[in-house]
């Protein structure tokens, strides 16, 4: 069996950390943040985890599992 390409539009979006969670940015960040409370914006600058069957899909499209 041939070796699975890496799904490059996932690789650019997201990332396997050191212990094998699956790492993303937040959306709704490009423009308009004048109109969010400083909070909101404060949460979206932190990366979220993915979890679940999602990230067992996500890895496989990495090539990481």
Not at 6 to 11: G, L, N, P, Q, R
Not at 32 to 47: D, F, H, N, P, Y
């Amino acid at each position: 069996m041939p070796k699975a390409k890496t799904c490059k539009a996932v690789a650019k979006r997201m990332r396997v950390t050191k212990n094998g969670k699956v790492k993303r940015g937040h959306a709704f960040t490009s423009h308009m943040m004048v109109r969010r409370s400083r909070k909101q914006k404060r949460k979206l600058r932190k990366a979220a985890i993915i979890e679940g069957l999602i990230a067992r899909n996500i890895k496989r499209l990495l090539g990481k599992g």
